[in-house]
C-alpha cells in the first residue's frame, strides 16, 4: 500500500465507511498539525520553567520543629 503523505483525498459522496474513516483520519491529520505547529511555539516549551518558578516562589516556608533537650 503506497503512503502518501499531506495529500488531501478525494472521495466520493457516497456514505460507506471506507470514505467515513478516511475523512476522519485527514481531519484528525489537520488537527495535529495544527498542534504540533503551536506546540513548537517558545512561548509554549517556556510554561513549565514559568510555573516550576512560580511554585517555588510561592511555597510556604517550613516549619521548624523545636528541639528536645538532651538530659544527660
Known amino acids: 500500500m503506497a503512503r502518501h503523505k499531506n495529500i488531501t483525498w478525494n472521495l466520493d459522496d457516497s456514505p460507506n465507511w471506507n470514505n467515513i474513516l478516511a475523512a476522519l483520519l485527514m481531519d484528525i491529520r489537520d488537527e495535529l498539525k495544527a498542534?504540533?505547529?503551536?506546540l513548537s511555539c517558545?512561548?509554549?516549551?517556556?510554561?513549565?520553567?514559568k510555573l516550576?518558578?512560580?511554585?517555588?516562589?510561592?511555597?510556604k516556608p517550613k516549619k521548624k520543629k523545636p528541639q528536645l533537650k538532651k538530659v544527660a
Open 35 to 38: 498542534l504540533n505547529g503551536r
Open 42 to 49: 517558545s512561548a509554549f516549551i517556556a510554561i513549565p520553567r
Open 52 to 59: 516550576d518558578a512560580i511554585a517555588r516562589n510561592t511555597e
